[in-house]
Every structure is written in C-alpha cells, then in structure tokens.
C-alpha cells in the first residue's frame, strides 16, 4: 500500500524482485468480500491512519461473510485502539481486529474467527495459521486424512487442527504438533468442542517432539509444513519411527521434492501425488504425496 497525490491509497502487488508496487482495483482471485475491504481501506479518512502499521493482514471465513483483520504495528501506533472500534463498526463483515505489536496482542471483537470445513467448525486466532483458499479444502483434507483407519496417527504442523480432526474419526489415537502455541491452543479448543477425545494436542517444533518420542511405528504420519518443508534433520527421526504411511501436504514443490528424495531413498515408495490449484493463475500449487513403508525399509 501507498499513498496516491489525492490522499487515496495504492493497493497492489509488488513487482518481481522489487518493492515497486504495482497498483490494482481488485484482485481478480481475490474474495468478494476482501476485495470490497481493501477498496474500503484505500479511501482517504483511512489512508493517514494506518501509516503506522507495517502489515494489514485479512481473512475471510468459508462462506465469505466475516472477516478478521490484523494490524503489525511499526511504531506503537498512536490511536490504535479507536482505529480497531473503527473497523468493526464500518468495514463490511469486520467482526474481530486484531493489534500486534510492542504491547502484544490486543483483540477487538471477537476473540477467533469461526471458520467451517466439512463436518468441522475451527476456531482459529488472530496469528494461527489457516489455509487461504475456500474452494478445494474438503478435497484436500480428504487426500490427506481419507482412506486410512487404524490406531496412532501423527499429525505434524497442525495449525488449528484442520487435518487433526478428521483424523480422529478414522484413528484410535491422534497426536497433532504445532509449534506455535496459540495455534496449538485453538487445535486443542477445537478438538474439544466436538468431543474428540483421542486428540492430544502438544506445542512445540516437530523435531523437539520426534527426537524424544518413544514409541514407533505409527500407522500414518501426516506433515504439513511451511515452505521451508519438513527438513532433514526432522525427516531422519520420522523415518526411523518407521510409520506405515506417510502422507505429505506441501505448498512448495521444490522442498517437497528433496524431502521425497530423503525418503524414497530411507525405505519410503511413493504411492500418489494429487496436485491442487488453490490460487489459479499464479504458480502456486498444493501437493499431496502419499507414500508406504516397504518392506526393505532401512532407515
Ligand atoms: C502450512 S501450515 C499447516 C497447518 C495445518 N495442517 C492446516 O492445514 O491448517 C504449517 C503449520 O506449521 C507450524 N509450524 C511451523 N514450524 C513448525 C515446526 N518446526 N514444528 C511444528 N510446527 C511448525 C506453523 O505454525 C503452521 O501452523
């Protein structure tokens, strides 16, 4: 965002490489209801008042109705409170803001935004991660969760538990790990809220939890990291638990691709890879690689 001669923001895109800003009106992949935010926010009486904050980040829920906005601050933004009462009673579907900054996290509104997938309602927080695409996330959750049963699953990179609960409707057992412990709190909240017992939610880095977990051979182990991928320090202790499949969710086919090598050369085949066009027309893709444990596994 920018300020224009008139006093009226510039939204857009950065250009390649470069913090050049290439203004939009809307963006066409965008939801209808975000887009009419950031055409709200670009209107002058905003503009000078949200000078101070280093990142607006918005999030809509499944039926494109409620939004949640969270503001970084740079400065200890003057004024920040009256602007997030602001947003709540004029932007259109505003019903929590979020402030995040020097003094921590202050909330306004509601406390989490409901969103629904499925059969589940997730409760997820102002800085919990949740996936940014509406349309293809029951078909990935069932690529991920779906066709399995059995007694331990382990859920790797959690989030508010997006794939932890279908899960325990197929498994004796699930452990889901995430390491940021709001998120971690919300997945637990949420396991709750349908009455999933079998869910134990821990907070802290899969490879904290990997390194000194005790028992092995889980029947499915399902990751789904950031960009960054699981990494190999991670995967070693994962592959040495021997879990009788693994299935890998990535937004990012470069480290998808030398984590697969990793494990397709420490006793992994792989099954399938389903491919998911979250954000058309940008080359963005969402994988889902399912892999078995073969019998010469020697990890
Ligand atoms: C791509 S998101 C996936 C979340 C969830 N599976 C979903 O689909 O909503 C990755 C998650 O991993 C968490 N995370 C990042 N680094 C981690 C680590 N080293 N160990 C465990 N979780 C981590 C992030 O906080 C984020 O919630």
Known sequence: MSQQPDGEAAVGFFEAESHKLCPIDACLILSPRLNQNLSELRKVEWCGRLANFAEIEMFADERDERVMITLRESLGAPGSEA????????????????ISGGRGLLVFGGKALPYRV???NYRVS????????RFLLEELVEAATGGETGGLAIDLFAGVGLLTLPLARRFEEVVAVEAHAPAAADLAANAAACGLRNVRAIAETAYDFLRRFARSEPDLVVVDPPRAGVGLRTLKFMAAMRPRRIHYVSCHPPTLARDLAFLVSHGFALNSIELFDFFPQTFHIECVARLRLTQHANP
């Open 118 to 120: 499925g059969e589940f």
């Open 126 to 133: 102002p800085t919990s991660f949740f996936q940014a695409s």
């Open 83 to 98: 602007l997030a009462h602001d947003f709540l009673a004029r932007l259109p579907g505003v019903v929590s803001v979020a």
